[in-house]
Every structure is written in structure tokens, then in C-alpha cells.
């Protein structure tokens, strides 16, 4: 074996260990799965939108948007009557549809007045994620083509001379029910960009502090190891519960001041989530109360004294302040992933297991928590506040176990007497 | 009543046997030096007397207390300082010893970290931050650290590792003059004049067991030796 073969075989060992492979296993793992997510919100854009159309008119332009309509789209019911509203809604609702179209009796009368013919558009929006207005953006697609259509009519029958009727002749007044609240004259697309920056920054926010916070806390155990003051400490008349507990609760400490600066941060920015109406003059409030605030506070501060025990645990795991920067990479990982989904789709709108997995990591709920109080979901929020409880107490009860034993030093557990230095 | 008592005390890593069963008496004010090669056991032995390790099987007890089951009060009578232990670097000397001074529930707090600041010799320079210090003035600091508290037994691994001459010296002063005052002390060193020069008594450990055990000077007669090293090597090998 040359000298050089001898390097790069040595050179190998060194940088292919568990700690380089696993990130990218785990990575690739993650990033497959949102593809996952993603290919199936591709093959929803590429099927054809759900609706149901009530044609009051029954004239020349509205039979034009109903033959649109029955060609572009799944017509899942159709009706000519204004008083099967309630009915239409139920069962586009129950075919996952996205919206019931109301062609009024005045449609064609109005175009041909020169007046725009108004169609009426009762959206039903599921989530608030980048991928959950493809379906609308769909149906608005289709809509164009309405106006395309009646435009060609115009033309071609050259029964009006008015250029703004020709180029537009439709318009529309639409009203969104999402998460149960009606938002009129307001689109999904509108809530949607309304909702994105809201869904970008708060989890980055949220994924930034746990890192920074987690990260201190595995390297200060891994510097207490390096240093040999942890087997100082150890050996002072001071219970182990103690140290644990002095050692939480500090990093709480810091974990409720990076909240508290969180939450001012996130007061300011809520206060402008007051949407106007496109078409009316009400406007909808959406900001969060007081108790929504206290509630998100709550959710970040448990997520967080849930990430420092976790990193606790694994700080016990690091040998030295090296090893520690490899261990920070589950709980990065576990707080971009969250981040990740509620960027790009929304809670509600998740497969069933994707769903689990993103309620089963605690730091997900702070992220998710704003966006459910915006729509009054407490459930959600509050099962999420007493689940991440209930992860920190788990996690903090075996942080306190692996300081009882030997593992905490040696990196092995005895198995036979695990307790045996209680007081 | 010995300060220490052991009795065939075992110490298993899992399936690896680190210590085979051990016994052995240290009287009170006694120097006992564990000497031995790498990997011969003295650390895990140091660092089971010091409640750091739950002991396999035997029995080691401190001051009559059961390590097993008064471990809480042995911590109150030992002081432990491991072998390249480091303190906190964001405190200053003073602040260290004071740190470690406030878990003894003593009306004399003030005192001991006065002893602290004695036994450190490390004057204006007590009131700088740790990390500002060179090896020896933190050797020195945890020496302090670890003596300033009158332990009843003192528990040194490798204490002069590292340091200069003259520091190491000092150190070895320091470790004599609190002996003579009543406290005992465990020690582990491979500096074998360091051990001739201190120790009452000394113990020989070889993979895991005591196989040689006495005074320096009777080690040195029965082997025919002119020092401690000698004597060292025709045991251990």
C-alpha cells in the first residue's frame, strides 16, 4: 500500500463515522418524506377542482360558465335554486370540495347593460399552507376562463362597444369560511399571504431559540465533563436531584426570558393581523387576545423546558465539548422539521401519520399554537401544552436516573444496583 | 476505628473487571499511596471511595458510614480532587471557593474560604478569573479547594500531575502539613519519589488487585531496593 493509499484510507475512518453518516440518513429521511407531501399536493393540482354550482340564470353568458365549469372542474352538485345554498355547501363540503359557485338571475342582464356580471363564490378553505390554496388557485384559473369565453361571445357577437365590459366582463364577490369562520369579500389566497409570513417566521423564531438554548445546555454538561468539575460537584454534600433540578431550572430560567422576549416580539407582530374586506367595509379581526398570548407563552415555555431536558439527557451523553456539537443535531433536526411542515401546509390539513409525527415532537406546538388561536382551536393548543408537560417531566425524571448511576461518568450503565445512590 | 475500611471490594464495567477485590485499613492521619500502572484500578477505586461509582460487590466504609448507604454523609467527611479536574473558568479564585464553600452547612464559611485562599497562595491573583490562570495556579486553586473544607479523608488523584518542580513541591508541602492535622489522605500517583515522600503506607495494584501492601521503607527491605521504583518494578513485573 503507497503512502497516499495509506492517507486517504486513514483519512476514511476518520470522517466516515456514525456522527457524519447519521445527519445525512436523517436529512434524507425528512426530506423524503416532505417530498412525499409534496408529490401528493402535485397530483391534487393536477386533478380536477371540486365544486358545485347554483345557476339562478339559466341565460346565454351563465350557461357559457357552466359549460366552463362542467368541463374544467368535478361538479359535485348543481342546482338552479338560491334557496339550496345550505344544501350545495354540505355536499361540496363532504366531497372535500373547495367552493360553491353562485351564478345570480341578473348575470347576463347586467353584461349586457355594460355592467360587469357578478359571480358569487363561497370558498371553503381547509389550510393555510403554502400548498393548501393550489385547489383555489385552480378554480381561479378556471373562472379566467369564464371571462375568456363570455369575452369571445361578446366579440363575436359584437353586441356591446364597451371596452372594459369586453376585456372583463365578469367580476366576482367572494366570502372564505376557514377553520369555521366566515371571512367575507376576503379570497383564500389573500388569508393565505396574510398567513405566510406569520407561518415563516414564527417557527424560524421558535427553531433558532431552541437551538441556541439546547445547544448551550448539551455543551455546558459537556464542559462540566471535559473540565472534571461535574465529578467535583458530584462528590460535594449536595443531592444529585439537586444539581438536576438547579441545573433545569436555570436553563428554564433562560428559556422564559428568550419567551418573554419571543412573546413582546410576536405581541407587535400579531397586532397587525386586523384584515380589511375587499368588497365590504367590516373588517375581521384575527389578532390574539391576551389569553391567546399567555397561551403561546405557555406552549414556548414548556417546549422549551421540554428541549433543555432532552438536551440535558443528551448532554450526560457527551464525552467532551465535540461530541456535544454532534449531539445538538436530533434537536436541530426535531425543530426544522416542524418548522418545515408548518411552513409549507398546515396542521390540519397533514396525513394522519405526518400529523402524529408533528404532534409527537414537542417543539412543534409553539409553532403551531398561534395560527390555531387565531381560529380559536384551544383544544389543539392545550393538548399540545399538556402533552410537551408531560414529555419534560418524562424527560427530566430520566435526566435525574442518569445521574444516579454510573453512566453519567463512565458511559455505562450497572445494572444491578441502578439506585443505588438515591439521597 | 480506621478512617477507611475495605473489604473485598469488586468494580465491574460491565463484563470487564476493573477491581478484583481489594481490602485494605487506612488509620487516621495516614498518607496512603495506591500505586500502579496504567489501567491498574486506582482511579475507579478513587473514584468509588469519592461516591462518584457504585461499588460491584464488597464493602468500603468511611468514617464507620457504609458507602452504599450513607453516601450523603460520607460527602460531608471526603474531599475529592481528580486527576486534570479544572474549575470554572468565568469565576474569579475567590468566587470558586466560595461557590464550593456554601454546600457545607457550616457557621465558619468565611474561615474556610480564608483557609481556601491560604492553602491557593495565589494572593491579588485570587481575585482573577480562573481561565486567566496557568496550570499550576489552578492545581494549587483546587488543592485549595479540596483541603480548605478539613475533610476527614482527602482523596487526591495524581495531585502534583503536571506541575513544574517547585509547584509540585509546594503541593506535596501542603498535602504533609494537612496529614499532621488530622486529616487522612488517599492518594494515586506514578511519581514514585512523590509516594516515598509522602506515604505511611503504600498499596501496589496490578490488574485490579492489592499485590504488594506496607511501609515504603519495609517494601524497600524486602525487595532489596534502593527506592520505591525499584521496588515497583519487581513487583509489577
Not at chain 2, 148 to 159: G, Q, V
Request: charged share 20%.
Amino acid at each position: 500500500m503507497s503512502a497516499l493509499g495509506n492517507i486517504i484510507r486513514k483519512e476514511l475512518k476518520e470522517l466516515l463515522t456514525p456522527a457524519t453518516i447519521l445527519p445525512i440518513l436523517i436529512l434524507t429521511i425528512i426530506f423524503g418524506s416532505l417530498g412525499g407531501t409534496i408529490s401528493g399536493i402535485e397530483e391534487e393540482a393536477s386533478a380536477a377542482p371540486i365544486i358545485g354550482v347554483i345557476n339562478e340564470n339559466n341565460t346565454i353568458f351563465s350557461d357559457i360558465a357552466v359549460d366552463v365549469f362542467n368541463n374544467n372542474a368535478e361538479v359535485v352538485f348543481n342546482s338552479t335554486d338560491i334557496s339550496d345554498r345550505q344544501q350545495g355547501l354540505k355536499q361540496v363540503r363532504e366531497n372535500n370540495g373547495v367552493a360553491l359557485i353562485i351564478i345570480p338571475k341578473n348575470f347576463t342582464e347586467k353584461i349586457e347593460n355594460d355592467m360587469p356580471g357578478v359571480i358569487e363564490i363561497y370558498w371553503i378553505m381547509k389550510g393555510a399552507g403554502l400548498m393548501d390554496t393550489i385547489s383555489s388557485s385552480s378554480v381561479e384559473h378556471i373562472l379566467g376562463i369564464v371571462s375568456i369565453n363570455i369575452s369571445s361571445e361578446l366579440i363575436e357577437d359584437n353586441s356591446t362597444s364597451n371596452a372594459t365590459i369586453v376585456l372583463a366582463p365578469t367580476t366576482r364577490t367572494e366570502t372564505t369560511n376557514f377553520k369555521g369562520i366566515d371571512f367575507k369579500g376576503i379570497s383564500p389566497g389573500t388569508i393565505t399571504r396574510m398567513l405566510s409570513s406569520q407561518s415563516t417566521t414564527i417557527p424560524i423564531i421558535m427553531m433558532m431559540i431552541i437551538i441556541m438554548a439546547g445547544g448551550m445546555v448539551i455543551s455546558s454538561m459537556a464542559l462540566e465533563k471535559e473540565n472534571k468539575t461535574l465529578e467535583t460537584l458530584l462528590t460535594l454534600p449536595v443531592k444529585r436531584t439537586s444539581i438536576v433540578t438547579g441545573k433545569i431550572t436555570a436553563s428554564a430560567i433562560v428559556g422564559l426570558v428568550l419567551a418573554l422576549i419571543y412573546m413582546v416580539g410576536i405581541g407587535y407582530y400579531m397586532q397587525s393581523f386586523n384584515m380589511q374586506g375587499d368588497a365590504g367595509s367590516t373588517s375581521f379581526s384575527i389578532s390574539l387576545s391576551s389569553f391567546d398570548l399567555l397561551l403561546v407563552g405557555l406552549s414556548l415555555f414548556v417546549a422549551l423546558v421540554a428541549a433543555l431536558s432532552l438536551c440535558m439527557l443528551l448532554g450526560t451523553l457527551a464525552k467532551n465539548y465535540k461530541s456535544a456539537q454532534t449531539l445538538t443535531f436530533p434537536v436541530t433536526m426535531m425543530a426544522m422539521f416542524p418548522m418545515l411542515i408548518t411552513m409549507f401546509t398546515d396542521f390540519d390539513t397533514l396525513p394522519l401519520g405526518l400529523k402524529t409525527l408533528v404532534f409527537a415532537i414537542p417543539f412543534s406546538h409553539p409553532m403551531i399554537a398561534p395560527r390555531a388561536l387565531l381560529f380559536n382551536d384551544y383544544m389543539l393548543v392545550i393538548a399540545g401544552i399538556i402533552y410537551t408537560t408531560i414529555f419534560a417531566i418524562i424527560m427530566i425524571s430520566i435526566v435525574v436516573w442518569v445521574f444516579r448511576t454510573d453512566r453519567l461518568l463512565t458511559g455505562s450503565i450497572g445494572t444491578k444496583k441502578l439506585f443505588k445512590f438515591k439521597k | 476505628m480506621p478512617t477507611v475500611q475495605v473489604k473485598n471490594f469488586c468494580k465491574n464495567y460491565g463484563k470487564t473487571e476493573a477491581v478484583k477485590g481489594i481490602s485494605f485499613n487506612i488509620e487516621k492521619g495516614e498518607i496512603f499511596g495506591l500505586i500502579g500502572p496504567n489501567g491498574a484500578g486506582k482511579t475507579t477505586t478513587l473514584r468509588v471511595m469519592s461516591t462518584l461509582l457504585q461499588i460491584t460487590s464488597g464493602s468500603v466504609k468511611i468514617m464507620d458510614y457504609d458507602l452504599e448507604k450513607q453516601p450523603k454523609k460520607i460527602r460531608h467527611l471526603i474531599s475529592y480532587l481528580p486527576e486534570d479536574a479544572g474549575a470554572y473558568k468565568n469565576l474569579t479564585g475567590r468566587e470558586y471557593l466560595t461557590f464550593i464553600a456554601k454546600f457545607f452547612e457550616r457557621k465558619d464559611i468565611k474561615k474556610m474560604i480564608q483557609k481556601g485562599i491560604e492553602i491557593t497562595d495565589l494572593g491579588e491573583r485570587i481575585n482573577d478569573k480562573v481561565d486567566t490562570y496557568s496550570k499550576g495556579m489552578k492545581r494549587r486553586l483546587l488543592v485549595g479547594r479540596a483541603l480548605m473544607t478539613d475533610p476527614d479523608l482527602a482523596i487526591l488523584d495524581e495531585p502534583t500531575s503536571g506541575l513544574d518542580v517547585i509547584n509540585a513541591q509546594e503541593i506535596r508541602k501542603i498535602i504533609k502539613d494537612t496529614a499532621k492535622n488530622g486529616t487522612t489522605v488517599l492518594l494515586s500517583s506514578h511519581n514514585m519519589l512523590e509516594v516515598e515522600y509522602l506515604c505511611d503506607r503504600i498499596a501496589l495494584i496490578a490488574n485490579g488487585k492489592i499485590i504488594e501492601e506496607g511501609e515504603p521503607s519495609q517494601l524497600m527491605e524486602k525487595y532489596k531496593s534502593n527506592n520505591i521504583e525499584e521496588v515497583f518494578t519487581k513487583v509489577v513485573a
